[in-house]
């Protein structure tokens, strides 16, 4: 091979050696000396996985909140730099200037003519989104938009990441409720969960709205998607923040409300891990039938209708579990699958 050859960059000298080869001027193994030209390695630098926003702001009479937050929100997104962003705020049907100072702060306003509750505002913004993420966040101010570059960095590794307020920031006996909640929903999920009840959360869109069919239309709307999402196989994270004292009064009725989460959860549990209730129930009427078994044998020297009841009732509850576990995996065959979106 010439000189003049060995100084050519490496894909002319690819195609002159097949140039000489074609004239039989060269055998092919030389052509397995020819250094590769190198392959363009692609930019990842705009490869965020949160690309499109939606921001669903729930708010009804929040007139004393809403322009602050807003104020607030917007060059919190500016500065996140996301290819589309939007602000929805769906007003549950506000008596005040709720749906007005939305608009003047540039938000797209979706009405209620009447108040439907909280969570229905929720699925209400949650359909009308826009955009392949969705950021939940109550009109009343007490979550910081400043959490949300926090959250965009944790969503490169979650499906959905939850504002946890660790069980701080509200009244004691809210605490104390949430507290209780908390560990309940932890031993049905059987993932720790420090803050079952906030609606702070940043969410991938076509997960959420594969659920919406399912979350109820009061305040226990942020139990069902998280109880949901663990159920459904989704990763959830959980990002610590310091929860803002609100202005006015909270619509959240103690007595009412507290109540209906504590069923919400038990209705969570038997349909989406119901081995969870089932087993335990079936363990202790078992051990109690046995029990009385054991005692009537050594006291009266038989087996009495009491203990076969007993133990009866532990095969059947055994036996409903396990198909109430079954009904729960094909509920969720679907909606567990990975469409590829913002993945």
Known sequence: ??????????????????????????????????????????????????QRLTVVIPARNESMNLPALLAELQPVLAA?????????????????????????QGARVVRHAESLGNGAAVKRGIREAKGDWILLLDGDGQHPPHELAAMLTMAERYDMVVG??????????????????????????????????????????????????????????????????????????????????????????????????????????????????????SLVTGAFGFAWYLHTWWTEGRLTNMAVLLMTQAGLLFALGLIAEQIAALRFQNLSRDQGKGA
Request: glycine content about 6%; cysteine-free.
């Open 80 to 104: 996140a730099k996301l290819p589309f962003h939007e602000i929805v705020v769906v007003d549950d049907g506000s008596t005040d200037d709720t749906p007005a100072i939305a608009q003047q």
């Open 164 to 281: 946890s307020r660790g069980g701080r920031g509200g009244a004691l006996h809210r605490n104390f409720a949430n507290q209780v909640y908390n560990r309940l929903a932890s031993y049905v999920s059987g993932r720790t969960i420090p803050d079952l009840t906030s609606g702070f959360r940043l969410v991938r869109a076509d997960v959420v709205k594969d659920l919406v069919w399912l979350l109820p239309n009061t305040f226990s709307y942020p139990t069902t998607i998280t109880m949901s999402m663990l159920r459904g196989g989704w990763a959830v994270g959980f990002h610590p923040f310091q929860v803002r004292q609100r202005k006015g009064k909270s619509h959240v009725r103690l007595l009412a409300d507290g109540s209906r989460f504590f069923l919400i959860i038990l209705r969570i549990a038997t349909m989406f891990a119901p081995l969870r209730v089932f087993l335990p129930a």
């Open 1 to 50: 091979m010439s000189a003049a050859l060995q100084h050519k960059d490496p894909a002319t000298r690819t195609d002159a050696l097949s140039a000489l080869m074609a004239v039989g001027e060269l055998p092919d193994r030389h052509l397995d000396a020819v250094p590769a030209s190198p392959t363009p390695t692609p930019t990842t630098a705009n490869a965020r996985r949160v």
